[in-house]
T-cell receptor, first 108, second 115 residues
Framework: GIQVEQSPPDLILQEGANSTLRCNFS?????LQWFHQNPWGQLINLFY???GTKQNGRLSATTVATERYSLLYISSSQTTDSGVYFC??????????FGAGTRLFVKA | DTEVTQTPKHLVMGMTNKKSLKCEQH?????MYWYKQKAKKPPELMFV???????INESVPSRFSPECPNSSLLNLHLHALQPEDSALYLC??????????????FGEGSWLTVV
């Protein structure tokens, strides 16, 4: 089956810093999503991005489908950005294959 | 605020108990999902209902029994669980197939501890 790999596994930032999270996938996918899981467990959908670039406030994402990777950019990080960031490949109609996640801690 | 509501938020149950997790959405979505997430691991798909019919069962043990009474409700019945079943159980919904651009929405999850 398809493999989804994320890097780095852990990241500690000082508030205000910028960061880039990477997601590689082993095969063609129907689509790709980025999620943020807050410390209380809720998964929030950040981007649905099969290709190209999208921006939402301080966050932006780029997917290069032909090269099988996606990047999530966080600018001017805030403590509320802490949590786990997952990318997930969509295969078939309903299946979502999650990567292992990047654990982000933003220090005040 | 999440539009997928899960109850209870926390549940502690013994290995001989029978309990249920409940999930509700009022977005008119026709697909509903159960995921299981162990500590420091990504979510893993358990079941998918599409138009109130079971569409996907990812070889989940029979001690987990899903039920979709109507298009807004999804239950997960639990019986004779093991301590290793302790996890965060996430419900989600989507308008339809994910591959065509439908967004998946997750609830806040139910934290289950089996003692």
């Amino acid at each position: 089956g398809i493999q989804v790999e994320q890097s780095p596994p852990d990241l500690i930032l000082q508030e205000g810093a910028n960061s880039t999270l990477r997601c590689n996938f082993s095969d063609s996918v129907n689509n790709l999503q980025w999620f943020h899981q807050n410390p209380w467990g809720q998964l929030i959908n950040l981007f649905y991005i099969p290709s190209g670039t999208k921006q939402n406030g301080r966050l932006s994402a780029t997917t290069v489908a032909t090269e099988r990777y996606s990047l999530l950019y966080i600018s001017s990080s805030q403590t509320t950005d802490s949590g786990v960031y997952f990318c997930a490949a969509i295969t078939g109609g309903f299946k979502t294959i999650f990567g292992a996640g990047t654990r982000l801690f933003v220090k005040a | 605020d999440t539009e997928v509501t899960q109850t209870p938020k926390h549940l502690v149950m013994g290995m001989t108990n029978k309990k249920s997790l409940k999930c509700e959405q009022h977005m008119g979505h026709r697909a509903m999902y159960w995921y299981k997430q162990k500590a420091k691991k990504p979510p893993e798909l358990m079941f998918v209902y599409s138009y109130e019919k079971l569409s996907i069962n990812e070889s989940v043990p029979s001690r987990f029994s899903p039920e979709c009474p109507n298009s807004s409700l999804l239950n997960l019945h639990l019986h004779a669980l093991q301590p290793e079943d302790s996890a965060l159980y996430l419900c989600a919904s989507s308008q339809g197939f994910l591959r065509v651009g439908n967004t998946i929405y997750f609830g806040e999850g139910s934290w289950l501890t089996v003692v």
